[in-house]
Protein backbone atom coordinates (compact mmCIF):
# COMPACT_ATOMS: atom_id res chain seq x y z
CA UNK A 1 0.00 0.00 0.00
CA UNK A 2 2.39 2.27 0.26
CA UNK A 3 4.08 1.91 -3.08
CA UNK A 4 0.68 2.36 -3.99
CA UNK A 5 0.06 6.12 -1.79
CA UNK A 6 3.80 7.09 -3.14
CA UNK A 7 2.67 6.72 -6.68
CA UNK A 8 -0.83 8.36 -6.01
CA UNK A 9 0.64 11.62 -3.85
CA UNK A 10 1.26 12.00 -0.55
CA UNK A 11 0.05 14.94 1.18
CA UNK A 12 3.39 16.90 2.75
CA UNK A 13 1.43 16.70 6.41
CA UNK A 14 1.37 12.38 6.04
CA UNK A 15 3.56 9.90 7.15
CA UNK A 16 4.02 6.48 5.65
CA UNK A 17 4.32 3.78 8.29
CA UNK A 18 4.32 0.11 9.33
CA UNK A 19 3.90 -1.07 12.76
CA UNK A 20 2.27 -3.64 14.37
CA UNK A 21 -1.41 -2.67 16.45
CA UNK A 22 0.19 -3.87 19.55
CA UNK A 23 3.21 -1.54 19.20
CA UNK A 24 1.95 2.15 18.29
CA UNK A 25 4.86 4.33 17.81
CA UNK A 26 2.83 7.45 19.41
CA UNK A 27 2.80 9.12 22.94
CA UNK A 28 0.56 8.03 25.42
CA UNK A 29 -2.86 10.31 24.38
CA UNK A 30 -1.41 11.88 21.60
CA UNK A 31 -3.87 10.64 19.25
CA UNK A 32 -7.29 12.69 19.27
CA UNK A 33 -9.44 9.70 16.78
CA UNK A 34 -8.17 6.67 15.25
CA UNK A 35 -10.03 4.93 12.41
CA UNK A 36 -9.97 1.66 11.11
CA UNK A 37 -11.44 0.49 7.66
CA UNK A 38 -12.59 -3.02 6.94
CA UNK A 39 -9.24 -4.33 9.13
CA UNK A 40 -10.82 -4.70 12.44
CA UNK A 41 -10.74 -8.49 11.42
CA UNK A 42 -7.31 -8.21 11.28
CA UNK A 43 -5.94 -7.08 14.75
CA UNK A 44 -8.61 -7.93 16.53
CA UNK A 45 -7.05 -8.81 20.20
CA UNK A 46 -6.70 -7.66 23.59
CA UNK A 47 -3.05 -6.39 22.97
CA UNK A 48 -4.15 -4.08 20.33
CA UNK A 49 -7.61 -2.14 22.08
CA UNK A 50 -5.00 -2.00 25.09
CA UNK A 51 -2.35 -0.11 22.72
CA UNK A 52 -5.22 1.74 20.79
CA UNK A 53 -6.69 3.37 24.27
CA UNK A 54 -2.95 3.97 25.10
CA UNK A 55 -2.18 6.38 22.29
CA UNK A 56 -5.96 7.93 22.04
CA UNK A 57 -6.55 10.70 24.21
CA UNK A 58 -9.06 11.21 27.00
CA UNK A 59 -12.37 10.89 25.41
CA UNK A 60 -10.75 10.64 21.95
CA UNK A 61 -12.73 8.50 19.69
CA UNK A 62 -12.35 5.55 17.86
CA UNK A 63 -14.51 4.12 14.65
CA UNK A 64 -14.15 0.62 12.99
CA UNK A 65 -16.31 -0.12 10.17
CA UNK A 66 -15.34 -4.05 9.04
CA UNK A 67 -16.88 -6.90 8.00
CA UNK A 68 -19.78 -8.30 9.08
CA UNK A 69 -19.52 -12.22 10.14
CA UNK A 70 -23.11 -11.98 9.41
CA UNK A 71 -22.52 -11.32 5.81
CA UNK A 72 -22.96 -13.55 2.94
CA UNK A 73 -19.09 -13.52 2.64
CA UNK A 74 -19.12 -13.39 -0.95
CA UNK A 75 -16.69 -10.53 -1.02
CA UNK A 76 -14.22 -9.49 1.41
CA UNK A 77 -12.29 -12.13 3.87
CA UNK A 78 -13.64 -15.73 4.66
CA UNK A 79 -16.71 -15.33 7.40
CA UNK A 80 -14.69 -17.21 9.96
CA UNK A 81 -12.21 -14.32 10.34
CA UNK A 82 -14.95 -12.01 10.38
CA UNK A 83 -16.39 -10.71 14.29
CA UNK A 84 -20.21 -9.45 14.59
CA UNK A 85 -20.88 -5.98 15.64
CA UNK A 86 -22.11 -7.71 18.96
CA UNK A 87 -18.05 -9.52 19.36
CA UNK A 88 -16.71 -5.98 18.61
CA UNK A 89 -18.56 -3.82 20.77
CA UNK A 90 -18.24 -6.21 23.90
CA UNK A 91 -14.21 -6.59 23.20
CA UNK A 92 -14.14 -3.07 23.02
CA UNK A 93 -16.35 -2.52 26.21
CA UNK A 94 -14.22 -5.36 28.01
CA UNK A 95 -10.98 -3.04 26.97
CA UNK A 96 -12.57 -0.15 28.68
CA UNK A 97 -14.50 1.83 25.63
CA UNK A 98 -17.70 3.64 25.77
CA UNK A 99 -19.71 2.37 22.55
CA UNK A 100 -21.47 5.34 21.22
CA UNK A 101 -22.80 4.41 18.54
CA UNK A 102 -23.50 0.47 16.27
CA UNK A 103 -24.87 -0.16 13.25
CA UNK A 104 -25.21 -3.11 10.60
CA UNK A 105 -25.39 -3.22 6.57
CA UNK A 106 -25.48 -6.55 4.91
CA UNK A 107 -21.58 -6.84 4.61
CA UNK A 108 -20.16 -4.46 6.96
CA UNK A 109 -20.58 -2.64 10.41
CA UNK A 110 -19.60 0.37 12.38
CA UNK A 111 -18.86 1.39 15.74
CA UNK A 112 -17.93 4.38 17.04
CA UNK A 113 -15.85 4.48 20.37
CA UNK A 114 -15.02 6.67 23.31
CA UNK A 115 -12.03 5.87 25.14
CA UNK A 116 -12.73 6.93 28.96
Known sequence: MHDYYCEKGIP?????????VSDLP?????VDA???TMTYHEFAS?????EIDRVLASEGQLVIV????????????????????TEA????????????HE???????????TAK
Open 46 to 50: DDALV
Open 89 to 100: ADALSNAGFRIE
Open 26 to 30: FDAGS
Open 66 to 85: DWSATGAGDVGPPLDERFTV
Open 103 to 113: AVRPETFLLVA
Open 34 to 36: AFS
Open 12 to 20: ENVDLLTTE
